[in-house]
């Protein structure tokens, strides 16, 4: 679920820091589309296509958002969202077609005090994955997950720049063997080409989230649009250098704040 998590998070993050969004009492509501398909490292492709309603409210010290999404999965089972090929109890090499209810996530986060310079701003995060998702379908590891990550943004001149690094702590799944704990750490940076369009490019590192899975390496370009004062539209393309990534996916996210 992480990487998912991830793009949203830092598709928010980014239009918060270049529209300087984040405003005591603000709250948003998205809807986001994803399409992902490869072969992830498996003998068969898997498309997986992924639809999540996010809500936030950040009160200017602290921040709550929660995303529930919807889920179809074609393939051999043996592909979960955001962690890629795994292996099953029970292996199988029909394809076939899964949608439901996919793993709801809530999070907390702290805004610190903005260091002297008035530039750099420091977030704590807390991920919980909670287990909503059908496991005997593929849909999800039928167990919650813990995430805990700082992130850290500047702004020099009209670029921003920031960072995330964490730790996720994965439940043991009796369906998905051998899951593994692991870290994850994102690099990336906006530039406003106006007062509406930014664009940037994200990198993103996960440690193998299994024994036999490869870690992710990932370079995320992305455009963000600024429609009007509550509007806000954000596009993501990835492209993965290991065999855990899709060979194609696209990820949108329209968001309305008030």
Same mark, same amino acid.
């Given at each position: 679920?992480?990487?998912?998590?991830?793009?949203?998070?830092?598709t928010?993050?980014?239009?918060?820091?270049?529209?300087q969004d984040?405003?005591?009492?603000?709250?948003?509501?998205?809807?986001?589309a994803y399409?992902?398909?490869?072969?992830?490292?498996?003998?068969?492709?898997?498309?997986?296509?992924?639809?999540?309603a996010?809500l936030?409210?950040?009160?200017?010290?602290?921040?709550?958002?929660?995303?529930?999404?919807r889920?179809?999965?074609?393939?051999?089972?043996?592909v979960l969202?955001?962690?890629g090929?795994?292996?099953?109890?029970?292996a199988?090499d029909?394809?076939?077609?899964?949608? =439901?209810? $996919?793993? *709801?996530?809530? @999070? &907390?986060?702290?805004?610190?005090?903005?260091?002297?310079?008035r530039? +750099?701003?420091?977030d704590?995060?807390?991920?919980?994955?909670?287990?909503t998702a059908?496991?005997?379908?593929?849909? =999800?590891? $039928?167990? *919650?997950?813990? @995430? &805990?990550?700082?992130d850290?943004?500047?702004?020099?001149?009209?670029? +921003?720049y920031?960072?995330?690094?964490?730790?996720?702590?994965?439940?043991?799944?009796?369906?998905f063997?051998?899951?593994?704990? $692991?870290?994850?750490?994102?690099?990336?940076l906006?530039?406003p080409?106006?007062q509406?369009?930014s664009?940037g490019?994200?990198y993103?590192?996960?440690?193998?989230?299994?024994?036999?899975s490869?870690?992710?390496?990932?370079?995320?370009?992305?455009?963000?649009?600024?429609?009007n004062?509550?509007?806000?539209?954000s596009?993501?393309?990835t492209?993965g250098?290991?065999?855990?990534?899709?060979?194609?996916?696209l990820?949108g996210?329209?968001r309305?704040?008030?």
């Open positions: 679920m992480k990487k998912f998590i991830q793009l949203i998070v830092l928010m993050f980014m239009q918060a820091a270049v529209a984040v405003i005591p009492g603000r709250s948003a509501f998205g809807i986001g399409y992902a398909k490869g072969d992830f490292g498996q003998d068969s492709e898997t498309t997986i296509r992924y639809v999540p996010t936030e409210h950040d009160n200017g010290r602290w921040g709550l958002q929660l995303l529930v999404p889920l179809e999965v074609e393939g051999p089972g043996t969202l955001n962690l090929g795994i292996s099953r109890a029970v199988s029909e394809i076939t077609v899964e949608q =439901g209810l $996919g793993d *709801a996530v809530a @999070s &907390l986060i702290y805004h610190f005090d903005p260091l002297p310079d530039q +750099t701003f420091v704590l995060r807390l991920d919980v994955k909670l287990p059908d496991e005997a379908k593929a849909l =999800g590891t $039928g167990q *919650a997950d813990y @995430s &805990l990550q700082v850290i943004s500047r702004q020099q001149g009209a670029m +921003t920031f960072a995330t690094a964490g730790y996720t702590y994965r439940g043991n799944s009796p369906v063997q051998e899951l593994r704990n $692991g870290k994850f750490v994102q690099l990336g906006a530039y080409l106006s509406r369009i664009v490019a994200i993103d590192y996960r440690a193998a989230p299994a024994a036999f490869d870690e992710i390496h990932e370079l995320l370009p992305y455009a963000a649009f600024q429609l004062e509550n509007w806000s539209f596009t993501v393309i492209t250098f290991t065999d855990a990534s899709a060979d194609f996916s990820l996210q329209l309305y704040s008030w």
